[in-house]
């Protein structure tokens, strides 16, 4: 291997650190042995007694004799005493544009806030050519497919058509939250608002003509179907955020109905709830009479959007996204100028905002950032963890090319026809979805939590490793270090994982 991609997993791949972590004696290497008592204040804040690991030389905290770290907020005191005990509250995704970036680039984040057994895949589909009057099957019901397709990387929940974020080769990123209006949400199939952020993907060149693609698939074919893979009902309408190199769009509908603004410049953030009140830059023909037939609004002044489709009673779920939403903005408001790819991972770990989710059935289980600079010249990177809690999951990046193949070891196991979320009556059984990296992750999170020194390690070194990468790619973007063999680095990287895992 050359250039980039050897550099960014050498250190793992090499002979000695085969046998980590049965045998820790002399890991990690000393370049990776540097204490970090601000970053870890961060995380555990309550008075505390600090300590060096006797493995990595990492301050660790001791409360009550016992060893604790940023690293592990599962097993955290501090921290577990924190999570969220309110009901599942969903997602969150943030945008960056110049000036609110340090550097001449868009960055796009998300954290997929779901049940927390259900298993996130990352899978790629190539651009393709179809037959005209051909038809695509979604999740739940069949609509007439386009005759080009763009290629995709999408971070999904294994049991849908869909995803809950994704990119295309033409350099756009779109992530969806859920959200209740006035309008009633539909118990019946149709599209969901995952199915609709892949085909605005698949259909949309730039963030604007994604849009388009999305609020003319509402009006022909509605929204709604279960969300999750389960027999209980539960339905939502949706919000987006939808990104390019040169501007991002918020787009939030109610039904069929829709209201957009665009966003050229600085920072912003969405959490599960309407936020466009009168900056409206693009609305559905009808929003306005519909709001006025309905009595929601009497015509008269300037029309609020999120006044006037907030419904009266919200469920609790999004009244408490009310906090996370304040606390999303407080952070990108702090960062608002210097927003890099790592500043923005390190917003989607942050726990004591809720950002990075643990709440009684919910968690994050699935988190992307993405990299999309102004010069259309260079390539966009996109981060994937494929992995539940972005604080204990290592981002990997993904780069369109030619040469890419399957994502076999992120992919998870399919069952045709017979899969029970196709199988009418749907959800009457469940089956194993967990791919190679989500069982390796989560069999490496039970030991780190048996042993927490031999777990600090191998974090440690993986963090350090996903940090030297971010380097890299940062340099290769300023022509500082040749872009090679880019295509192969996302799956380079998982093998590496794996492998320390194991």
Request: hydrophobic share 35%.
């Amino acid at each position: 291997m050359k250039g980039l991609r050897a550099r960014a997993v050498s250190q793992v791949l090499r002979p000695s650190t085969h046998t980590f972590p049965k045998n820790l004696e002399g890991f990690p290497p000393a370049a990776f042995r540097r204490p970090r008592p601000q970053r870890h204040a961060i995380y555990c804040a309550a008075p505390q007694r600090i300590k060096l690991s006797p493995v990595t030389s990492t301050p660790i905290v001791a409360l009550q004799s016992t060893p604790t770290c940023r690293h592990f907020p599962a097993s955290c005191p501090v921290l577990r005493s924190e999570r969220m005990a309110e009901p599942p509250l969903s997602c969150d995704c943030f945008v960056s544009l110049p000036p609110g970036s340090r550097d001449d680039h868009v960055i796009f984040g998300k954290n997929s806030d779901r049940p927390r057994d259900e298993v996130q895949e990352v899978v790629f589909y190539p651009a393709a050519a179809h037959p005209p009057g051909s038809s695509v099957e979604c999740t739940y019901i069949q609509i007439p497919q386009a005759e080009h397709t763009h290629a995709v990387v999408l971070s999904r929940p294994a049991w849908l058509w869909g995803a809950e974020m994704g990119a295309n080769d033409q350099g756009v990123c779109v992530g969806n939250e859920a959200v209740w209006t006035r309008e009633p949400v539909s118990d019946g199939e149709a599209l969901l608002g995952m199915d609709l952020v892949r085909l605005g993907l698949e259909r949309g060149a730039s963030a604007w003509a994604a849009l388009e693609v999305i609020t003319g698939l509402l009006e022909d074919h509605g929204q709604g179907g279960p969300c999750r893979e389960a027999q209980e009902p539960f339905s939502y309408h949706n919000t987006y955020l939808l990104v390019d190199r040169t501007e991002a769009w918020v787009l939030e509908t109610a039904g069929r109905l829709w209201v957009a603004q665009k966003v050229t410049a600085g920072v912003k953030n969405i959490s599960n709830q309407l936020t466009i009140g009168t900056e409206i830059s693009a609305e559905h023909p009808e929003l306005r009479s519909v709001a006025r037939s309905q009595g929601w609004w009497d015509g008269e002044g300037e029309f609020n959007f999120s006044q006037v489709f907030s419904p009266e009673n919200p469920p609790a779920r999004m009244e408490l996204a009310k906090q996370r939403y304040r606390g999303g903005t407080a952070l990108m408001k702090q960062h608002d100028g210097s927003v890099t790819a790592e500043v923005m991972m390190s917003i989607l770990r942050d726990k004591p905002s809720g950002i990075c989710m643990d709440s009684g059935g919910f968690c994050t289980t699935g988190s992307m950032v993405s990299v999309l600079p102004r010069d259309p010249g260079l390539p966009c990177i996109h981060f994937f963890t494929a992995t539940p809690d972005p604080s204990r999951s290592i981002f990997k990046p993904f780069v369109f090319s030619e040469r890419i193949g399957p994502m076999q070891r992120v992919a998870s196991p399919q069952y045709g026809p017979d899969d029970p979320a196709r199988r009418q009556p749907r959800f009457q059984s469940q089956v194993d979805r967990r791919h190679d990296l989500y069982k390796a992750h989560q069999g490496a999170l039970s030991n780190m939590d048996a042993s927490q020194n031999e777990g600090l390690a191998v974090y440690e070194i993986l963090r350090d490793l996903e940090s030297q990468c971010l380097v890299d790619i940062l340099a290769m973007l300023s022509g500082e270090l040749p872009g090679e063999e880019l295509g192969d680095l996302f799956f380079d990287c998982v093998d590496a994982e794996i492998k320390f895992y194991q």
